[in-house]
């Protein structure tokens, strides 16, 4: 009997210590679920200063956490993950020191003309509420999404200073929840009508690229206090193709010029169900592009439309600014759209046809023999974008495909006017952009799928 009893209690220790969980480690289920570690509990391999290829602090790992040491500022202390990541489930367990402010950023997209990552990617704020030595605004609070949408406070119960929290972001296609200790606190749908009024009326409307990028890497903050992380995982979930009207005939809520967040009130009209860039004397007027309010990795942009005699524009894609070398210009990969008939070689600059309609304007030549129909008339264009595969349509008829960022693509990058920035076309995002560049222009049922 004694020997039964010490044999149970043997067994129940095993028990026991087999469902211990163990910190910065993955279960079997989790493991077998596709969630990856952030965090070794050991070294910070794998993480990096934000804009940078190494880790200078300040940063430590500390009895199987990383340690914030507190020496950050709001321009220094920011490390993130060497990959990107769009849709996920990010769990992790932090805790702060009394008084002490930190955050967990994603989206955040590493570009050297961005000097901190918050100008891009959205915040889950860490911050002693209680103890913090100013007044803070609710937007400021802990479990914020930072500037943004504040939590539902009935449901919160924060753990005070130098005691664990556990928190949770899921970003599921757009859809988006917060968590705090097994509470969801914050729900919302990134990039809605809702979310562009907060955006553009509080303290993100002088940074026009904040939290438009759909993926990017995961940010930590030293905000100037010490702070504790572990158990840092993330899952990835399935991209779903989703489709929208960037014009349906109506609305313009889609786009904005480039120099402001609203439609521009000069350079273009709806009539009817089009969308029309106008002529001004044969010219358009400064500043009378449009870009997308949102940013676009994957997708396939469909749509019609219908030139004047010798109207000259485009659709921009994967557009950015401010490029070396391009300063203050929304510069991107180009389907050209022209009246070729009525200009001769020599205006249109070339003989090569990467100045025609349907080519990779400068780049990629489209065929020789016209697919356009003349002015007045409607034409289809259907634009594939798959990774790094990209393809131009016409009519029904593919045009050209290419493979952005190969070695052949950079060769014609580097014999072109975009020699000067070595990584053009590359981005992994960007905004589509319609162009008012000569004559009149218009444009109907513009949709886009993406993913």
Not at 111 to 118: A, L, N
Not at 427 to 446: C, D
């Amino acid at each position: 009997m004694k020997h039964k009893l010490t044999y149970l209690a043997a067994l129940l220790i095993l028990v026991i210590t087999g469902c211990k969980t163990t910190d910065n480690q993955l279960s079997e289920q989790e493991k077998n679920e596709g969630w990856e570690l952030l965090f070794n509990g050991t070294n910070l391999d794998g993480w990096h200063d934000y804009n940078g290829d190494s880790l200078t602090g300040p940063w430590s790992v500390e009895n199987g956490t990383i340690k914030a040491e507190g020496h950050g500022d709001d321009l220094n202390g920011y490390i993130v993950t060497g990959k990107e990541y769009d849709n996920f489930i990010l769990l992790w367990d932090w805790k702060i020191s009394k008084g002490g402010n930190s955050g967990m950023l994603y989206h955040v997209v590493q570009d050297k003309k961005y000097t901190v990552p918050y100008l891009t990617g959205p915040e889950y704020q860490i911050i002693d509420d209680i103890n913090f030595p100013q007044p803070l605004e609710e937007w400021q609070k802990c479990a914020a999404d930072y500037a943004m949408y504040l939590p539902d406070k009935t449901k919160m119960k924060v753990n005070p200073a130098g005691e664990w929290n556990t928190s949770k972001i899921v970003f599921d296609n757009g859809e988006v929840e917060y968590w705090i200790n097994g509470e969801k606190i914050i729900a919302f749908e990134a990039w809605s009508a809702d979310w562009f009024a907060r955006k553009e009326s509080g303290k993100w409307e002088n940074a026009p690229d904040y939290g438009l990028s759909p993926t990017g890497v995961i940010c930590l903050q030293d905000h100037g206090y010490p702070a504790w992380f572990k158990n840092i995982k993330i899952k990835k979930i399935e991209r779903k193709e989703k489709e929208e009207w960037l014009f349906n005939g109506t609305s313009t809520d889609a786009w904005r010029g480039i120099e402001s967040d609203s439609f521009p009130q000069d350079g273009w009209k709806v009539v009817g169900d089009e969308f029309i860039v106008m002529a001004q004397e044969g010219n358009i007027p400064a500043g009378a592009d449009i870009i997308t309010k949102k940013m676009y990795s994957n997708f396939i942009l469909e749509l019609d439309y219908k030139l004047t005699t010798h109207a000259n524009s485009g659709i921009k894609y994967f557009v950015t600014n401010n490029i070396p070398g391009y300063e203050g210009q929304f510069l991107g990969l180009e389907y050209q759209i022209i009246d070729e008939a009525s200009y001769t070689e020599e205006e249109l600059g070339n003989t090569l046809g990467n100045h025609k309609t349907g080519s990779l304007y400068e780049l990629i030549p489209a065929p020789v023999d016209k697919l356009m129909n003349p002015p007045g008339e409607w034409n289809h264009v259907k634009l594939v974008v798959d990774g790094k595969h990209a393809e131009h349509w016409l009519n029904g008829r593919k045009m050209i495909e290419y493979e952005r960022g190969s070695e052949a693509f950079r060769i014609l990058v580097a014999k072109s006017k975009y020699s000067v920035y070595k990584d053009f076309g590359e981005s992994p995002r960007g905004y589509i952009l319609l162009q008012g560049h000569n004559g009149e222009v218009a444009f109907k049922k513009i949709k886009i799928r993406h993913w």
